[in-house]
């Protein structure tokens, strides 16, 4: 079926550069999309990719690449309030929006 | 600008009851999608509506449906509650996919 891998929960220390990797079986689909959850809070909007390459927005960055079937979010300059939950998703080809289970991010001080 | 709202924020209702739940939109943002969200299963997607029409479905049984009205409110049914309909439901609402999705903060439901 279609799905969206990601790892369940990753460590890293404060100040340090931390990627989370999205690898996704779909037949295909419209663009990637990553969400940040905060424990009891809602998902929030951080990045999407339509296309292949990278997408820039402050500390945080966006890959894609849809002929290794692969993305990555990529946050920098580590901070204790980017302890969260992080969610990639797609619309497939059946216009369905598909999530990944989430990675839990753990930070260190 | 107001968010998204969805009403109630809890909800305790007994097995075999039928629920409603309801979300209203950012202003101005026509799509209305809705996601099952547990611990083991992570955000699942219910349905997303676009202008009074449902535009798909996720694979939840049918006694999950809803419905959106023409001021972009929407509203979601779970009928004949049962033990692992218990979860927390969210709603979302987007302008363009680009723009990404902005989710209320949800309805933490628990059948009993």
């Known amino acids: 079926g279609q799905s969206l891998e990601q790892p369940s929960e990753v460590t890293a220390v404060e100040g340090a550069i931390v990627q989370i990797n999205c690898t996704y079986q779909?037949?295909?689909?419209?663009?990637l999309s990553w969400y940040q959850q905060h424990d009891g809070g809602a998902p929030t909007f951080l990045s999407y990719?339509?296309?292949?390459g990278l997408e820039e927005t402050g500390r945080f960055s966006s890959f894609l690449s849809r002929s290794d079937s692969y993305g990555y979010l990529l946050l920098q300059e580590l901070q204790m309030k980017d302890s969260a939950s992080y969610f990639c998703?797609?619309?497939?080809?059946?216009?369905?929006?598909?999530f990944g289970k989430g990675t839990r991010l753990h930070i260190l001080p | 600008k107001a968010g998204v709202t969805q009403t109630p924020r809890y909800l305790i209702k007994t097995r075999g009851q039928q629920v409603t739940l309801s979300c209203s939109p950012i202003?101005?943002?026509?799509?209305v999608s809705w996601y099952q969200q547990t611990p083991g299963q992570g955000l699942q997607f219910l349905f997303e509506?676009?202008?009074?029409?449902?535009?798909n479905k996720g694979n939840f049984p049918g006694r999950f449906s809803g419905r959106q009205f023409s001021n972009s409110r929407s509203e979601m049914n779970v009928s004949t509650l049962e033990l692992g309909d218990s979860a927390l439901y969210l709603c979302?609402?987007?302008?363009?996919?680009?723009?990404?999705?902005?989710f209320g903060s949800g309805t933490r439901l628990t059948v009993v």
């Open positions: 202003s101005g943002h026509r799509s």
């Open positions: 979302a609402s987007s302008l363009s996919e680009g723009d990404g999705y902005t």
């Open positions: 509506y676009f202008s009074e029409t449902q535009r």
């Open positions: 779909t037949s295909g689909f419209y663009g």
């Open positions: 990719n339509a296309l292949d």
């Open positions: 998703a797609v619309r497939d080809q059946d216009d369905k929006i598909i």
